[in-house]
């Protein structure tokens, strides 16, 4: 069975162009139409199905390359409304249907293990990515990305009032000028999910807002599970069991993660000018207070912190070679800490730090005994409240990592993770998980 030819005809003419483009898709979608359910699909009909998506993906990004910024425009009222990733999807999918997978194929998928998925939510990625490379609209999504979330105004009077909010796998307590968010996914001991990424990331939004708040702490709960039961742990990484049953979204976990979560850590929050203006508007100093051990994605958050405090047992690692995808933006920023080679070192071979090594000290800024941890954060915190903290880090982070140059990154991390996701050996990897 041949799928559908690559070459999309580009003609500069948007409406023509679009008519094209649908009329490509249209044709490849009813072939697919035709063949089995996944799970009763040949090897050789799912390979057809993903060649056919395939296909679409490459005209897809045929129109883009020429009508992105268009695209972008119109989905933004003219960059005046600011919407999230996902949310850009949906208008997408209600405006230029061509561009996206429908509603309904995208949803059938996502409840299917990877192994019988077709590459739908490849195409959303192929999207961003797109958007990303424009200068323009790349920054407007970021900036789009780092608002904060609605409810994060109720929470934010709750934790004035009362200096203690609960969100279950979540918690965040002020401390002095600081407010110590702490991270309490017990049973997997602290290993992300959609779940805690959300949770976390709208607790990150109540302390930036908070004008109370000078400084952000992020620490790992007492664990309940067996093996370290009563004992702090930082975070274990992406949680494996649910990457392998197909709970981890590309677009809403992988791609928003790293736009929305990290960026705040880093940037602070993006705030309509008619918000009275907040220390969180230029971000704030964030501390990691590390017990046990930052694999995976815990040790990407602390790359992010202005002052990492860990306890003399504490092991870094990055896994995701291994698992077989890309670990957000650690690419990108390790070799800032521990330079380039042993930055391949650990994301091509697995290498871990520990904390009182001699590279572990270029991760983290003082190491101490488990029992001198509270004091220590409370030291920092009292370091870093300082009035012009949040301003010199603002202008530490701008010389440090160039807005330009981030999107060009996370524009082709789009594109290779949704890629990874998929791909044979991970597929293999996580049915023995």
């Not at 009763?40 to 390359?65: G, K, P, T, W, Y």
């Not at 999207?127 to 994060?152: T, V, Y």
């Not at 934010?156 to 279950?168: K, P, T």
């Not at 291994?322 to 390790?334: C, D, M």
Request: glycine residues 8%; contains cysteine; proline residues 3%.
């Amino acid at each position: 069975m041949e799928h559908a030819a690559v070459e999309l005809r580009i003609t500069g003419d948007f409406n023509a162009d679009y008519a094209a483009l649908a009329d490509r898709v249209a044709t490849a979608e009813a072939v697919i139409a035709d063949m089995p359910a996944p799970s009763e699909r040949s090897v050789a009909l799912h390979d057809e199905v993903r060649a056919q998506i395939s296909a679409q993906n490459a005209a897809r990004s045929q129109f883009l390359m020429e009508h992105r910024k268009d695209v972008y425009r119109r989905l933004t009222d003219r960059l005046q409304a600011q919407h999230r990733i996902s949310e850009l999807c949906s208008r997408a999918a209600d405006n230029f249907p061509a561009l996206v997978p429908r509603p309904d194929l995208l949803a059938a998928e996502q409840v299917l293990p990877l192994d019988q998925r077709e590459g739908r939510e490849s195409t959303l990625a192929l999207l961003i990515s797109a958007f990303l490379r424009d200068p323009q609209c790349g920054k407007h999504l970021l900036a789009s990305m780092r608002r904060p979330n609605p409810e994060a105004w109720d929470l934010l009077r709750e934790f004035s009032a009362r200096g203690v909010i609960d969100l279950g796998s979540v918690t965040i307590e002020r401390y002095g000028y600081g407010a110590v968010i702490t991270l309490q996914n017990n049973g997997c001991l602290n290993a992300e999910d959609l779940d805690l990424l959300n949770r976390l990331e709208l607790a990150v939004d109540v302390v930036l807002l908070s004008r109370d708040t000078r400084v952000g702490v992020i620490r790992g709960g007492v664990m309940t599970h067996r093996k370290y039961a009563g004992r702090r742990v930082f975070c274990a990484g992406i949680n494996l069991k649910k990457l392998s049953g197909g709970q981890i979204p590309i677009v809403d976990y992988m791609i928003s993660r790293e736009m929305g979560l990290i960026e705040k850590f880093r940037r602070g929050l993006s705030l309509a000018e008619d918000v009275p203006d907040v220390r969180g508007r230029f971000g704030k100093p964030w501390i990691g207070a590390v017990e046990g051990f930052a694999i995976g994605g815990g040790f990407q958050m602390i790359l992010n912190f202005d002052k990492v405090i860990a306890s003399e047992e504490v092991y870094f690692s990055l896994p995701a070679a291994h698992e077989g995808i890309v670990p957000g933006t650690a690419n990108f920023r390790l070799a800032r800490h521990v330079g380039h080679k042993f930055a391949r070192q650990m994301i091509l071979f697995g290498e871990k730090i520990y904390a009182a090594s001699e590279t572990g000290k270029l991760i983290c800024d003082d190491v101490v005994d488990a029992d001198a941890m509270d004091g220590s954060v409370e030291a920092a915190i009292e370091q870093l409240s300082g009035a012009a903290a949040a301003a010199n880090r603002h202008m530490l982070n701008i010389a440090d990592e160039p807005e330009d140059e981030l999107l060009s990154y996370l524009a082709e991390f789009c594109l290779v993770q949704a890629e990874r996701v998929l791909s044979e050996d991970v597929i293999a990897k996580v049915k023995a998980w």
